[in-house]
């Protein structure tokens, strides 16, 4: 279920219905003047992700709101663009962009953004998140960098991800339950409790993730990343077969994408491509770009100037 309000000039009546109808009953307790925002929901089941970009506002939710609610929900807004200004319990944070804050909408909280602001919030159950509730109160109001977080990485590689291709209910369903499980394992760690064992999609999302991230490293092979993962080699192939791949021709393929697309897109020497993906040498490539795609870097390069 898809549901999207466009960039144009919104009432703050039209923008109150439809932040009730996406997450929870709100309040717009301050909206600026000719105000513009879109909102799109993707859901699955119970839970869901919206990408919301606004003009400067504020949401409320206060015992009445809540009186009339069902069960208790947790949410993450993922900062893309713009701050937010959060107060609940009693604590107040502000969480700039390229961060993220947990909030609770059993209690009351007031989330204020004071410029634009561009943002993804999944929103989901707390049973969910398999965290008990007196630890997921203990986590609310905190910033989350997303910096040194492999979870949160991957958790935001999913979602821009989601948010940039064609949205349905399949695609929906998935990113929703794999970033609550990402989501919850970040929370786990920054609250010292107890780990449990990834499953296939996110374990396939993470070393998805840290191929991205490591294109460039000509040691990046099924060891490198068994390593960095915390599993075995073994575990890498299961994981890579049950996607129809193998770990070795993902990386392969992944360095011919990027490299395709720094032939097109950039000036750079074709030695100079081949070495920031990850390839021996120029000659490497372009034997490997023959052999799996009947063509060389030099002809991609041509094609894509005479476009």
Not at 133 to 151: I, P, Y
Not at 171 to 197: D, F, I, Q, W
Not at 198 to 210: F, P
């Amino acid at each position: 279920m898809t549901l999207m309000i466009t960039g144009e000039p919104v009432t703050r009546d039209q923008w109150e219905s439809m932040a009730t109808a996406t997450f929870v009953p709100v309040r717009i307790s301050r909206i600026a003047p000719n105000f513009s925002g879109d909102m799109t929901h993707s859901r699955a089941g119970d839970a869901g992700l919206s990408r919301v970009r606004s003009a400067p506002c504020e949401v409320v939710r206060t015992s009445h709101e809540i009186s009339g609610s069902a069960a208790g929900l947790a949410a993450f807004s993922l900062q893309l663009s713009g701050p937010i200004e959060m107060t609940q319990a009693g604590s107040h944070v502000r969480t700039p962009a390229g961060s993220g804050v947990l909030y609770l909408t059993d209690e009351p909280y007031v989330l204020s953004f004071p410029s634009e602001t561009d943002l993804i919030i999944l929103q989901a159950p707390i049973e969910h998140f398999g965290i008990r509730l007196a630890d997921l109160r203990r986590a609310r109001g905190r910033t989350v960098s997303t910096v040194a977080d492999q979870d949160l990485q991957t958790y935001v590689r999913l979602l821009r991800s989601h948010c940039t291709a064609a949205s349905s209910v399949q695609n929906g369903a998935y990113a929703t339950r794999v970033g609550v499980e990402l989501l919850s394992r970040s929370l786990r760690r920054r609250l010292s409790l107890s780990m449990p064992t990834r499953s296939h999609e996110a374990l396939l999302l993470s070393l998805k993730s840290r191929v991205a991230e490591h294109i460039g490293d000509i040691c990046l092979d099924i060891g490198s990343l068994a390593r960095a993962e915390g599993i075995s080699p073994r575990t890498v192939h299961t994981v890579f077969d049950r996607a129809g791949t193998t770990p070795a021709r993902y990386i392969r393929e992944a360095r011919l994408v990027k490299a395709q697309r720094l032939l097109v897109s950039t000036t750079l020497r074709v030695a100079d491509i081949a070495l920031v993906t990850g390839f021996a040498d120029h000659s490497t490539m372009t034997r490997v770009f023959r052999r799996d795609l009947g063509f060389t870097p030099s002809d991609v390069r041509v094609r894509g100037s005479q476009e």
